[in-house]
């Protein structure tokens, strides 16, 4: 992979456009609910992606008027890159995905479960700055139960790529509804975004907040139940 030609796919994007880019960022507009990877996003390895990463960030730094021979910076494009891949981007990487055991319900319970407060780091696609936020899951066994520590798993695989707040949800609902096989699951996520709060309107009060509800969950019943719990 030539560093020239991703220059020359960015410059030829049609979302380079300085309108296009300041809509779909300040508007937080979502284009799918899969998260948008090229066919060949792995077509090299791990280590030869930081290698470039350092490279390139080098050269923004450099672009910026900072001296990279200094001390404090030298390091910084190696640090950058190692953080990107391993760490708050480590979500885009399948081979990540945490691995799920099922139990069977033998204490017969048929109420909702609901972990929340589930903290998570996420990134905002659009200027990749954080997303700060706890995520609330619910769910209705259908005869098999999950670890508990495998729904703060899933939501931090997911939430460590970059994102939007509603697709983030989404892929966390439709996950656990897989993954239970039941259509009874809910997740409410209420997160700050540093893109509001840090730059453009510089809010730093708002919190936006987004829910799946899944099957019997799509009742206001459920509903007010499930808020009760969290609130509580």
């Known amino acids: 992979m030539k560093t020239e030609n991703l220059t020359s796919e960015f410059v030829n994007n049609q979302y380079t456009d300085s309108y296009l880019v300041d809509e779909i960022g300040d508007e937080h507009i979502m ?116 670890g508990l520590s495998k729904l703060n798993r899933i939501v931090q695989y997911y939430a460590k790529r970059p994102q939007v707040q509603e697709r983030l949800t989404t892929q966390i609902g439709n996950e656990l509804k897989e993954i239970l096989d039941t259509e009874n699951v809910a997740v409410i996520i209420e997160a700050k975004h540093l893109c509001v709060s840090s730059r453009g309107i510089q809010d730093d009060t708002s919190t936006t907040v987004t829910a799946f509800y899944g099957g019997v969950f799509n009742t206001p019943e459920k509903i007010t139940e499930l808020q009760q719990y969290i609130n509580q």
């Open 31 to 146: 284009t799918s609910v899969d998260t948008p990877l090229k066919d060949n996003a792995f077509d090299i390895t791990d280590e030869e992606k930081k290698d470039l990463i350092a490279m390139l960030f080098a050269e923004i730094m450099d672009v910026m008027g900072l001296d990279l021979t200094d001390d404090s910076l030298k390091g910084t494009p190696k640090r950058v890159a190692k953080m990107y891949i391993d760490e708050i981007f480590s979500g885009l990487n399948p081979n990540n995905k945490p691995s799920i055991g099922l139990f069977e319900n033998k204490y017969k319970y048929n109420q909702m479960l609901v972990e929340k407060n589930i903290s998570f780091y996420s990134n905002c696609e659009h200027h990749f700055v954080p997303i700060i936020g706890k995520a609330h899951v619910a769910y209705i066994s259908s005869g098999k139960v999950i």
